[in-house]
């Protein structure tokens, strides 16, 4: 099981990763709209698991979380995209593709278990 503190940091070196990738791929109209896309829906996952730590309620925390799951599933997809058609630097997107689909995982097992 990944400690409050560990999914944390997880979330947002996730987020750092994916900005990291994203300045791999060059930027060409069909890329720009994606990566934008990408870059709020990777630092918003973290962001929202970030406030659901101090949310006062248990119905608040569950929410914020599954904002923080909803935000993971759009990373995937997005990262998956960049994935098939070979963007940047593919060994990275390979492993963000794998690192967000357990995020998701993780995310979604919380959620059960509020």
């Known amino acids: 099981m990944v400690v409050k503190n560990d999914l944390c940091e997880r979330l947002l070196k996730f987020a ?25 829906s990777a630092t918003s996952s973290g962001a929202n698991y970030e406030e659901s730590q101090g949310s006062p309620t248990k119905p608040d925390v569950k929410t914020k979380i599954g904002i923080s ?24 997107c390979d492993y963000l593709v794998k690192e967000s689909s357990e995020l998701k995982l993780i995310l979604a097992s919380i959620i059960n278990k509020l």
């Open 69 to 92: 799951l909803k935000e993971m599933r759009e990373s995937n997809y997005f990262l998956r995209i960049f994935s098939h058609l070979k963007l940047g630097d593919v060994k990275s």
């Open 16 to 40: 750092v990763d994916v900005v990291l990738y994203l300045r791999t791929v060059k930027n060409t109209v069909e890329t720009m709209d994606i990566k934008r896309q990408l870059i709020k």
